[in-house]
């Protein structure tokens, strides 16, 4: 059984993508700082994913810093044609772990090239412009100087598409003044709701929208009420968690992050997971 009555597929920046995908931050160190505690099953886990169909990887080159993209290139380079590999720039770690700002022209050029070289690509698919005028949540502020000096990158042909990620519909208006965005990407889940408004404004203009935290992130949703959900479907919370945001919205694309083969696969499954009006309605209750 499929997934509601929603596409399996859905366009991200000109190319059809599987609606699940993966986020590959938890392939860095704790922290994503520094190199993983396994390297060899973060290979594994890319590996598995590509060879389970996944064709949608999210990523950053500050995620290690550089350590995610150099794991990625190490396990799939050279990549398959269907791979749509999707970046960020605007940050930049600290020595000491720290995430800080990191939005002008010339971040901006450095870090693409960071991207460039740790993936070993010519050209970028998809570049998020991270916003960070409040790290952990969207607020007001003006991304035109940031994303004119990345539509100039796009000029270049180093960069195919641009998207946007942390940011509010204002300025995913500015933004579209200025250049194309193919997707957004903000904190959003079961239980952190804020924007649903978001979500269904994107969904009309046809812009696809990727939540990150889908699971809830470094620390993942605990809820009595998605386990009686889970168990009664016979699944597991995870798996009811993606199948509720694959049903939420049609311009939905997941990219659930894991360190872990065995829950690549699990969540891959959640795919077909088949969620009854009833329980969405249930689910409906968890959100804060
Ligand atoms: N734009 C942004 O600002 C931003 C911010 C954060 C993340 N992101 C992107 O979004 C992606 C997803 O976010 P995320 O990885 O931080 O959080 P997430 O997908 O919500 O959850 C990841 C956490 O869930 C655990 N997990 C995954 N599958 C599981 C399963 N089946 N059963 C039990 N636990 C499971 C993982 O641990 P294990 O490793 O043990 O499986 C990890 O602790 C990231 O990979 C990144 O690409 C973007």
């Not at 500050?62 to 749509?84: C, K, M, S, W």
Request: aromatic share 4%; with cysteine; hydrophobic share 40%.
């Amino acid at each position: 059984m499929s997934n509601s009555h929603h596409p399996v597929r859905i366009e991200l920046g000109g190319r059809r993508v599987n609606r699940i995908g993966y986020g590959a931050m938890q392939l860095a160190g704790p922290r994503v700082f520094g190199p993983p505690r396994d390297r060899q099953e973060a290979i594994a886990v890319l590996r598995a994913a590509v060879a389970e169909g996944v064709n949608h990887i999210d990523t950053a080159d500050f995620y290690g810093p550089h350590v995610t993209n150099q794991i990625i290139r190490e396990a799939l380079h050279p990549y398959p044609d269907d791979l749509v590999i999707v970046t960020k720039v605007g940050a930049k770690r600290g020595t000491d772990g720290s995430w800080n700002t990191a939005q002008s022209p010339r971040d901006l050029t450095e870090a693409v090239h960071d991207n460039l070289r740790n993936l070993g690509v010519d050209v970028l698919e998809v570049v998020n412009l991270r916003a960070m005028f409040d790290r952990h949540a969207p607020a007001e502020g003006s991304l035109a100087e940031a994303l004119t000096a990345l539509a100039e990158l796009k000029e270049q042909g180093l960069v195919r598409h641009i998207g946007l990620s942390n940011v509010t519909l204002n300025q995913v208006k500015e933004a579209r003044g200025i250049t194309p965005i193919v997707c957004v990407q903000n904190h959003y889940n079961l239980v952190h709701r804020a924007d649903d408004a978001l979500i269904d404004e994107l969904a009309r203009q046809d812009i696809p929208y990727v939540p990150y935290f889908p699971l809830g992130g470094f620390t993942p949703l605990q809820s009595a009420t998605l386990s009686s959900v889970a168990a009664r479907l016979g699944a597991t919370p995870m798996q009811v968690a993606l199948a509720w945001l694959l049903r939420r919205s049609p311009n939905i694309l997941l990219i659930p992050g894991t360190s872990r083969v065995t829950h690549l696969r699990e969540n891959l499954r959640a795919a077909s997971l088949a969620l009854p009006e009833d329980m969405a309605a249930e689910l409906e209750g968890i959100a804060s």
